[in-house]
């Protein structure tokens, strides 16, 4: 299905002087008048048939514009999504003391349990200390923000990680691996009242067919597994939003047939590195100014994919730099890079007046961002709002995905501010 936005047309200039007075002899001939609007029909005409060849052959151009009024698809078609939007929120361990759960947040996932290289949940560090993930999985602040979630009809998952390349390699290639952590899984799933079980694996070496191949087939084993013993339980991946786009570890079409959801990791577009600032989840604007954006990934993903399994991830943080300029796209300096929740945000914007702070508004990207002055030194700070929350959701809407996804719960501070847009989604 097309999706249907407005774009903002512009006013013409009126004619003056000379230009008006032969405009108007112009228009007194009867003759001249029939060839004038004859052409202007035939204009629009050839008009409105290049558009609508044109968004029928770009389905996922920009369904939205931040110049105009929201036009809604599901308004303009007459259809309603069509399901219940999911809201996501991964905990990671170290904010469960200063979170507070949200009515709006239908899945809690913890976040996480480590995948050892043999497959085995690992439970203890290299210097024999507990890790601190699978520490607190068994903790009373988890038990009281899993109840209170529960009481909301919502449901329980954990997040199963793995970052390091040589680890990814020795798990997903052996097969009694595969096994070793399916034998990890099921004392998990029977100490805990676990409703689901997202897979984080993030691989940055070599891809190779192999790869590919090894950890579709594993998403297929847990797949079966889960069918098999826990019905209930659903099973999900995480993915880097380029992963559609470009070769990586993982085989979207393939995994997709074996997972309930997809969560496709929207952001960090930029990062504390970056040489340039820049949002760290930009809607649109990758052509011209940065590599790339959440629009043309979502498109490849909705490719290969059915959209009703895919939760586009949504940031509640950005990143600062130390700048050469207040440019929206000025160069950083090295190692000057710092991640901003939005309660830091808030705190930035609170000291107006003694940094000489200025809030902006990226029409390009849809996103807000701070500069400022301390000591003489320039800043930058790109950053996740209300606003910039309220278009996402809105993408979402219109191409009716599953929902969303948010890194992470414990960033966005203790007002409601972003709960608030959140709440609307339906």
Request: glycine fraction near 6%; proline fraction near 4%.
């Amino acid at each position: 299905m097309p999706t249907i936005f407005t774009k903002q047309v512009r006013d013409l200039p009126k004619p003056q002087g000379k230009r008006q007075r032969r405009g108007f002899k112009f228009l007194t001939s009867w003759k001249n008048r029939f060839k004038f609007f004859t052409l202007v029909f035939v204009l629009l005409c050839l008009s409105f048939a290049a558009t609508l060849w044109y968004f029928w052959e770009e389905p996922l151009l920009s369904p939205l514009s931040s110049l105009t009024t929201f036009k809604f698809l599901n308004t303009i078609t007459g259809e309603k999504p069509s399901q219940t939007k999911i809201v996501y929120g991964f905990l990671p361990y170290w904010n469960l003391n200063k979170v507070t759960i949200q009515p709006e947040v239908t899945h809690l996932a913890y976040f996480s349990l480590t995948i050892g290289p043999d497959g085995n949940i690992i439970t203890k560090t290299e210097k024999n200390t507990a890790e601190p993930g699978y520490h607190k999985l068994g903790s009373d602040q988890l038990l009281e923000l899993a109840n209170q979630v529960d009481a909301n009809q919502g449901q329980v998952e954990i997040v199963l990680t793995q970052f390091d390349n040589n680890d990814i390699m020795s798990f997903i290639t052996n097969e009694t691996a595969h096994q070793n952590l399916l034998n990890s899984l099921d004392a998990i799933l029977l100490a805990y009242p676990i409703s689901g079980v997202n897979i984080d694996i993030e691989y940055t070496g070599k891809i190779t067919d192999e790869l590919r191949t090894k950890l579709a087939t594993l998403m297929q084993k847990l797949n079966r597994h889960l069918d098999q013993r826990y019905s209930h339980v659903q099973l999900s991946i995480d993915m880097y939003a380029s992963a559609a786009s470009k070769r990586q570890l993982w085989d979207v079409s393939a995994i997709a047939k074996e997972v309930d959801y997809v969560i496709v990791m929207a952001y960090d577009f930029h990062r504390r590195s970056s040489t340039q600032a820049g949002p760290v989840a930009p809607l649109f604007g990758g052509d011209d100014l940065w590599d790339s954006d959440i629009n043309q990934h979502l498109k490849a993903f909705s490719e290969q994919m059915p959209r009703s399994k895919i939760l586009l991830g949504i940031p509640f943080y950005g990143y600062g730099w130390q700048t050469t300029s207040h440019d929206s796209q000025a160069h950083t300096y090295p190692d000057s890079g710092w991640t901003v929740s939005f309660q830091e945000a808030q705190e930035i914007i609170s000291q107006g007046e003694v940094l000489g702070v200025q809030e902006h508004w990226h029409e390009t990207a849809l996103a807000p961002y701070l500069t400022y002055t301390e000591e003489e030194e320039n800043f930058i700070a790109y950053y996740e709002n209300p606003r910039s929350i309220a278009y996402k959701l809105e993408y979402v809407r219109q191409l009716d995905l599953a929902g969303i996804a948010i890194w992470a719960l414990g960033y966005e501070g203790s007002g409601r501010e972003l709960w608030e847009v959140i709440e609307k989604l339906e």
